[in-house]
Nanobody
Framework: QVQLVESGGGLVQPGGSLRLSCAAS????????MGWYRQAPGKQRELVAV???????NYADSVKGRFTISRDNAKNTVYLQMNSLKPEDTAVYYC??????????????????WGQGTQVTVSS
């Protein structure tokens, strides 16, 4: 079936940069949108950035001007370039995909999948 594989998380100093990647694979007909969410300990999951297959984007106010979301439609992959990182950016980052795919009985339907999450830690 469908899988979302995330990579790029890690430990970085304040002011540093990281690039997250998320590749969708499986019985995908087309992707409507992909995005990134994050959740810090003791806090609710929040939207970071979303991009549609047509290129429209949406960012959380806290990351505007620092983060950039992009995609490679041919590879069903979304990226998140994170610059000027701050300690408050520390969280588990989750990839999300809204896509059309084939069910077990062969019908085309819409799915909403999540990756397993990747840890981003910003600390001195």
């Amino acid at each position: 079936q469908v899988q979302l594989v995330e990579s790029g998380g890690g430990l970085v100093q304040p002011g540093g940069s990281l690039r997250l990647s998320c590749a969708a694979s499986g019985s995908i007909f087309s992707i409507n949108a992909m995005g990134w969410y994050r959740q810090a300990p003791g806090k609710q999951r929040e939207l970071v950035a979303v991009i549609t297959s047509g290129g429209s984007t949406n960012y959380a106010d806290s990351v505007k001007g620092r983060f950039t979301i992009s995609r490679d439609n041919a590879k069903n992959t979304v990226y998140l370039q994170m610059n000027s990182l701050k300690p408050e950016d520390t969280a588990v980052y989750y990839c999300n995909a809204d896509f059309l795919g084939y069910s077990d009985y062969g019908a085309l339907r819409e799915y909403d999948y999540w990756g397993q999450g990747t840890q981003v830690t910003v600390s001195s």
